[in-house]
């Protein structure tokens, strides 16, 4: 992949909290139009190196490079103006509020103070076709079933027009049948050059859905694998150490 489509790069990133080194060298690559898995196991810094590039703890050292700027670190507020959109596992979806509301929530089209709320349904109707994604807007999220309101979750994301799309765990309390139904949806996402992150255990998923794999362990990026040259064995031999340093 050309340097060129490195759209944000963490070097070395570093957070203790107290005595604690969560991240000691937390190093990534999002490239556009690749999926990039971040796997390890529980305390392996994941977490913490995800809230560093999203802005929602200041790292203690090392950088984060985005569009030839380098930064010691974000704001959520900064994030977001550079293009990281975030859906994490607990979605953060109002469940009184319609489809297309949770969509632009807090991005409402609007004259004179007031919600253009035709023109937000339609937006949303578009939104959700191009990635063959059937929803009646008009619902309301407490309706939908949990691989819809996933879907819902990433529709706002994209809305936000961010070019980066941070997703943590997205399908861990789906069926099979919804599980396809949102990788499809972040193929069509990649396949258009987004650029995606992708947390999750699941490690047979992980190779079956990413172009590339990191791992993180004891705080330390130890690995930039391709998908394709793996298999779930020797994945979780380097997750545990079995496999590389």
Same mark, same amino acid.
């Given at each position: 992949m050309d340097t060129k489509d +490195?759209?944000?790069? #963490? +070097?070395s990133l570093k957070k203790s909290f107290q005595n604690v080194h969560a991240l000691v060298d937390g190093t990534i690559s999002i490239e556009k139009g690749v999926i990039t898995a971040l796997v390890g196991s529980n305390g392996a810094g994941k977490s913490t190196l995800i809230k560093c590039i999203t802005g929602d703890i200041r790292p203690d050292g090392g950088s984060i490079a985005i569009g030839g700027e380098t930064l010691t670190g974000l704001t959520t507020k900064e994030a977001r103006a550079r293009g990281i959109a975030t859906v994490y596992q607990d979605l953060a979806l109002v469940d009184v509020l319609d489809v297309a509301s949770n969509i632009y929530l807090g991005m409402e089209p609007t004259k004179w103070g007031v919600i253009r709320r035709?023109?937000?349904?339609?937006?949303?109707?578009? !939104? !959700?076709?191009?990635?063959s994604i059937d929803l009646p807007v008009t619902a309301t999220l407490s309706s939908l079933s949990g691989g819809q309101r996933q879907?819902? #979750?990433?529709a706002r994301a994209i809305a936000q027009g961010g070019d980066i799309l941070v997703l943590d765990e997205p399908t861990a309390a789906m069926g099979v049948v919804e599980r396809e139904r949102i990788m499809g949806i972040l193929r069509k996402l990649r396949d258009q050059g987004q650029a995606i992150l992708y947390i999750s255990h699941d490690l047979d998923q992980v190779l079956d859905l990413t172009d590339q794999v990191v791992v993180s362990r004891s705080g330390r990026t130890v690995a930039h694998l391709a998908s394709s040259e793996l298999d779930p064995l020797s994945l979780a031999g380097w997750i545990s150490g079995a496999i590389g340093p």
């Open positions: +490195i759209l944000l790069k #963490a +070097i035709r023109e937000m349904v339609q937006a949303s109707k578009e !939104l !959700l076709g191009r990635f879907a819902v #979750a990433l």
